[in-house]
């Protein structure tokens, strides 16, 4: 009789920490950066991707992702597999878009947009030429993309993948230029 104080104890210490690591593994909060004394702003490595992203993304490219209200690839969604992207992101991949990188990376690639009715673009700048072709809706024509604005390449467009039937990837100065072949672009449906 004696002992049932000791028991109550163990119990009741044994409810505490069960409490505590169900709070832990199902809380999208960290508890414990909340209870430690050291609960400064980090700067994390995905916290200074985005900054960089932001400062040296173009002003055009930037207004096209508010358009259509894209948010970027997250951490774990990184290397994803472009049909299994949710809609409404945008990513970085070379010509077969099979995935999407959080990051354009040293390969210069292009950039990728999922709008939310799942439409899969790619985004880069090419001639006014090139962009004229593109809106007089021909047959059988190229449309040389590039990453980044170039003297030759300054204007923005978006093409649906699905458009281009075939994309190569050449070498140009330090980076790529894509070279992106429509057969035809196929008519809206009313």
């Known amino acids: ?14 409810l ?7 709070i832990r593994l199902n809380s999208p909060i960290n508890v414990a950066d909340i209870w430690s004394r050291n609960n400064q702003t980090k700067n994390t490595q995905g916290d200074i ?17 508010r ?16 049909h299994d992207a949710p809609n409404g992101v945008y990513g970085f991949s070379m010509c077969n878009v ?3 990188r959080t990051t354009r990376g040293n390969t210069f690639s292009l950039e990728i947009h999922k709008h939310h009715d799942g439409i899969v673009y790619y985004v880069g700048y090419a001639s006014d030429e090139d ?11 190229h449309i ?41 672009i196929p008519e809206l449906q009313s």
Request: hydrophobic share 45%.
């Open 1 to 14: 009789m004696k002992r049932w104080p000791l028991y109550l104890i163990i119990v009741l210490l044994g």
């Open 16 to 22: 505490v920490i069960l409490a505590y690591l169900i």
């Open 49 to 65: 991707r985005k900054i960089q992203d932001v400062e040296t993304t173009p002003k055009e490219v930037l207004a096209l992702r």
């Open 67 to 82: 358009e259509h209200q894209l948010r970027a690839l997250t951490e774990l969604e990184d290397g994803i597999k472009t």
């Open 98 to 100: 099979e995935s999407l």
């Open 131 to 141: 962009v004229g072709k593109y809106l007089a809706r021909p047959k059988n024509f």
């Open 144 to 184: 040389l993309a590039f990453p980044h604005s170039e003297e030759k390449a300054s204007s923005l467009f978006e093409i649906p993948v699905d458009f281009v039937s075939k994309c190569d990837a050449r070498p140009f100065e330090d980076g790529y230029l894509f070279d992106l072949f429509v057969a035809s």
